[in-house]
């Protein structure tokens, strides 16, 4: 039977991962950036890396489409 090894630095290769990819946002997907953003929401050093990150939250779930808006035809008009 083999035993896992425990690694004491995973949050640490988290943070160095998240801070990766926020380095680097225009070749990774919203959906990886949102994940290294709640990474350095969380875990960040400073105030200010913390902060940077949950604007970048912001900017990044603003790019998404509404799910729930009614549905548009060709006009832009609504569906009603």
């Known amino acids: 039977m083999m035993t896992k090894t425990q690694n004491t630095n995973w949050p640490a290769e988290r943070v160095a991962e998240a801070r990766a990819i926020m380095a ?10 949102r994940i ?6 969380q875990h960040g050093e400073t105030a200010q890396e913390r902060e940077d990150a ?22 832009m008009r609504g569906v009603r």
């Not at 680097?24 to 990886?32: A, I, K, M, P, W």
């Not at 290294?36 to 929401?41: P, S």
């Open 54 to 75: 949950r604007i970048l939250l912001v900017v990044v779930d603003a790019r998404q489409p509404i799910r729930n808006a009614p549905h548009c035809d060709r006009d």
């Open 24 to 33: 680097d946002v225009v070749h990774h997907s919203d959906h990886l950036i």
């Open 36 to 41: 290294a953003c709640n990474v350095l929401v």
